[in-house]
């Protein structure tokens, strides 16, 4: 079973929508939670780090929230833009060697 | 800065050839890379971790002899598909630790990706 379940599959929104994904995991202890964006047929981008002491880490109009109770993460986007589909990843490092992947959100934003 | 490369971007080949993809770091020395496999609509799974000057550590149930790594210098990976099969066809993307000394920490960049494709 993966230890990063993210939710949902995949999304449509329209242009200028906020939208909100969410990260649900078991690891534990960790070392800190990233979201990734991944274009088609390219390799992951960081978009935030949150070690699991930080709750919230923003860039840009993309802001990462973190729960180490309750072991939830969220990714929300604001305002949302064509560039931003793409697929989001939830990834969960043990330690600076080891990362658990999720299975990733697909985004898509229409006109 | 923390540049990855990969090449080739895509490749085709026939099956029982071997393939070579490349991963380097382009503006920061690394001592350990990672090479992944990632199917369609899945998550990213580790194959193998590579360390410079010495054999890579590979992950349970990937076979070593099939997938060749050389970390020779602090740069450069290179992972070989030996007798590629079409079930080998997958989505390698490589990552390259990068040590920032000045905060004790570590992160790791992704290379772009190699599209393998065995017919």
């Known amino acids: 079973k993966n230890q990063v379940e993210q939710s949902p599959q995949s999304l449509i929104i329209l242009e200028g929508k906020n939208c909100t994904l969410q990260?649900?995991?078991?690891?534990?202890?960790?070392?800190?939670l990233r979201w990734y964006k991944q274009d088609t047929g390219r390799g992951p981008v960081s978009l935030t780090i949150?070690?699991?002491?930080?709750n919230t880490k923003s860039n840009g109009r993309y802001t990462a929230t973190l729960d180490a109770d309750t072991k939830q993460s969220s990714l929300h986007i604001t305002a949302s833009q064509l560039s931003d589909s793409a697929s989001y990843i939830c990834?969960?490092?043990?330690?600076?060697?080891?990362?658990?992947f999720g299975a990733g959100t697909t985004v898509t934003v229409r006109a | 800065g923390a540049v990855v490369s990969q090449h080739p971007s895509r490749v085709i080949c026939k099956s029982g050839t071997s393939v070579k993809i490349e991963c380097r770091s382009l503006?920061?020395?690394?001592?350990?890379m990672f090479w992944y496999r990632q199917f369609p609509k899945q998550s990213l799974m580790l194959m193998a971790t590579?360390?410079?000057?010495?054999?890579?550590?590979?992950e349970q149930g990937v076979e070593k002899d099939k997938f060749l790594i050389n970390h020779a210098s602090l740069t450069l990976s290179t992972l070989t598909v030996t007798s590629a099969h079409p079930e080998d066809s997958s989505f390698y993307i490589c990552?390259?630790?990068?040590?920032?000394?000045?905060?004790?920490?570590?992160?790791?960049?992704f290379g772009p990706g190699t599209r393998l494709t065995v017919t």
């Open positions: 503006d920061f020395q690394a001592t350990t």
């Open positions: 590579s360390n410079e000057g010495s054999k890579a550590t590979y």
């Open positions: 990552s390259a630790m990068l040590d920032r000394v000045s905060s004790g920490t570590y992160e790791q960049y």
């Open positions: 990834v969960v490092s043990l330690n600076d060697y080891k990362l658990s």
């Open positions: 949150m070690t699991f002491s930080e």
């Open positions: 990260c649900n995991y078991t690891v534990s202890p960790f070392s800190n």
